[in-house]
């Protein structure tokens, strides 16, 4: 049996690099309403629902998956990025254009744009990027992989 055959979203995957990212799994304060931001996000980027229980969700993208879930065993009820810890994951996306129409979109789906006056080069004028937070706080980082498509 393949790696990962048998969990969903995908199938056979090949057998990842030593040393990859297997999962991350965030501990949300509210399933319900990370569903709606982090788990439309990942199913917009083509992660593909893989299980599904009573207190979390997980996507699969090739051999790395994200896991979200609301623990009974939370000590806290908000995130904070600015705790050691865990502070923003971040994806790459296309180009420029699907930065911008998924930032678009976002808002929809319980997302805020960080730092608007510094959009898009948030991080420098050679990074094309949106920062995005959610409800509960936690920050995602879309990221052009070719932010000049034409050149």
Known sequence: MGYFEGMGGGGRVSRPEHGALHHVEIWVPDLERALGSLGWLLETLGYAVSQSWDFGHSWLLGPT????????????????????????????????????RLAVAAAGHGWSLMYPELHP???????????????????????????????
């Open 65 to 100: 998956y994200l896991v979200l879930e609301q623990s009974p065993a939370l000590s806290a009820d908000r995130y904070d990025r600015c705790r050691p810890g865990l502070n923003h994951l971040a994806f790459h996306v296309e180009d420029a254009a699907t930065v911008e």
């Open 121 to 151: 080069h948030a991080s420098g004028p050679q990074h094309y990027a949106a920062f995005l937070e959610n409800a509960d706080g936690f920050e995602v980082e879309l990221v052009a992989i070719n932010p000049h498509p034409t050149r």
